[in-house]
Structure formats: C-alpha cells, structure tokens
C-alpha cells in the first residue's frame, strides 16, 4: 500500500511550463506503476499520462503527446510530470495515481485501474 502525494501546481501563462512531483514514503513506491489524470471543472476525469511499473514505458494521452513527459527518480520516490507548453485547457486539477505492479495488458487510461490515489494539485492556465 502507498500514499501518492501531489506537488506543484500553480499558475503559469499559455506557453510556459510547470513540473508536477508525484511523491510517497513507502519505497515500494518505485515499483509502482504511476498515472497522471486531470479534472476540469464540470468535466470528467481523463488520463493524461502514465509511466509503467518497469519504468520501461510511458504513455500520453493525444492532448498532451509531445508537450508532457514522465521521468522517475528512484533514489527520490518521485515521479514527475514535466507540462510544456501549457495551454488554457490544460486548467485542472491533476491527481496522481499509483498501481500495484502486475501482469501484461495494462490499462493505464482507465481510473479504475489504480489502486491508490493523491488528493490532486491544482494547475490554471492563463491565456
């Protein structure tokens, strides 16, 4: 079992980035698989990207292929989000997801994949 816990959302202006930390303190935490999904207001939760339990594969939604991109730090407990590029309808609230390490086929789009959940950072875009 761990606890994911979000970091720094924040405001930025369209074009600009910010980098979001998915961190927990259980170790096990490394061999987790991690999925990133956002919330606007009104709207649905969607998936915006995902890092495999291996750490060997990372998969992006089409929103925000080529603007977004995962990294880990082991020695960190830490995953991390980098938004590029930002623009007003990245506006939401982002949640870190976590989930135990398994077999082959893993739907990493799917919110009901995910075992254990942050309590989301908040990201606004500024046109």
């Known amino acids: 079992q761990v606890q994911p816990v979000e970091s720094g959302g924040g405001l930025a202006q369209a074009g600009g980035s910010l980098t979001l930390s998915c961190t927990a303190s259980?170790?096990?935490?490394?061999?987790?698989?991690v999925g990133w999904f956002r919330q606007a207001p009104g709207k649905t939760r969607e998936f915006v990207a995902a890092?495999?339990?291996?750490?060997?594969?990372?998969y992006y939604a089409d929103s925000t292929r080529g603007r977004f991109a995962l990294s880990r730090d082991n020695n960190k407990n830490t995953v991390y989000l980098r938004m590029n590029n930002l623009k007003p309808e990245d506006t939401a609230v982002y949640y870190c997801?976590?989930?135990?390490?398994?077999?082959?086929?893993?739907?990493?789009?799917?919110?009901?994949?995910?075992?254990?959940w942050g309590q989301g950072t908040q990201v606004t875009v500024s046109s």
């Open positions: 890092l495999s339990w291996t750490g060997s594969s990372t």
């Open positions: 997801a976590a989930d135990s390490p398994g077999a082959s086929g893993w739907i990493y789009y799917n919110a009901l994949t995910y075992d254990y």
């Open positions: 259980e170790r096990t935490f490394n061999r987790y698989g």
